[in-house]
């Protein structure tokens, strides 16, 4: 809002010659001014705050020089993996676990060759999604970030280098709908993954029927063992020990495929150990040959919800995208009795 101060000036002299008192039309000339000073203040203040509301940095958003690098050498220490996520040429989604490998001013990574990445991916745009561990034991915290390749090297037969600028911020994502917990051992009494054939689902009911007295063994054998490195109401990664590359292609452990998972759990009420059945999707798998061990990640596609009164067949729900509800609320619980041990 502009104002013609001259303007102002002589409108306010021309009371002059109604006849007001000269010390009247000083006072009305001293006024205006004061409304003209309050209302370019009060647009110059409006006009500050806007700017700072359409600038303004999200509370999840940590974007402190000293603080980013902190959070991405708590990554490289504990091998934290990375689910790196973008598009093809086709424009088709992919994902591919990696860690990281050094930290400078850039960011390198380690992805094994098998994710088929070369230089033709240089320049593209990338979504990088990992947790650390938190100060309350069991406990994580969810960070994702964008950046862009920079360098695409070999290191060695199995393995590439992936260099990407570092991130001018990264942002915190552990609201509920995205809650993923690392369960201590303690609070599940079982997992397993077992191939989603009619051997295999004959396999999961009996393990619901028994109440766990059958158990079906490994897939790495029995020597293996399974553990569940964290779960959601959408589904769960699970790390698999004496799994080689060969024998996970002899079970056909590939992106995309079907696996039933039973899982003891134990309940936060008073149901004491309780046991589910699922039909679940791979959406991520990363082999390390020289360890012998397999990480999953599992979306929950359908639910075994008990068995029909008339035809006594069993009965599957559909899980949405919206998750579980009964897996929401037990990671949900979770979270909350590992944050009261670790503020007790």
Known sequence: MAVDQEFLYKTLRGFGDTGLPQQTVNMLIVVGFCIVAIVAAV???????????????????????????????????????????FHAKSEKRRTIACAIDDITDRITLEIPANGKIGQSWLGREVTGFFHVPAKQAGMVIFYNFSS?????????????NLTIDFPEYIEQ?????FLR????????????????????????????????EY????????????????????????????????????????????????????DFGDRGIVRHLFVTKIRRIFIDPTQGRAQLGLSFESQFMGFDEDSKKPKWERVTQNGCPEMDDWTYNLYLELYREGNE
């Open 215 to 266: 158990a079906p063994g490994f897939m790495g054998g029995k020597d293996a063992g399974i553990f569940l490195s964290d779960i959601s109401g959408g589904g769960l990664s699970l790390e698999l020990t004496h799994m080689t590359s060969k024998r996970a292609a002899q079970f056909k452990l590939n992106k995309g495929q079907n696996f039933l998972v039973l899982m003891s759990l134990v």
């Open 181 to 212: 917990v690392s369960p201590p051992s303690r609070h599940y009494d079982y997992v397993n993954i077992i191939p989603d054939t009619k051997q295999g689902v004959a396999a999961g009911l009996k393990f619901i029927a028994t109440n766990g």
């Open 173 to 177: 994502t552990q609201k509920r709908e």
């Open 43 to 85: 647009l110059w203040y409006n006009n500050r705050e806007l700017k700072k509301k359409l600038n303004a940095v999200p509370m999840s958003w940590i974007t402190d020089k000293d603080q980013l690098e902190k959070i991405f050498e708590t990554a490289l220490v504990y091998r934290s993996k990375i689910d790196l996520s």
């Open 148 to 160: 862009v390749i920079t360098e695409v090297k070999t290191k060695g037969s199995q393995y590439y």
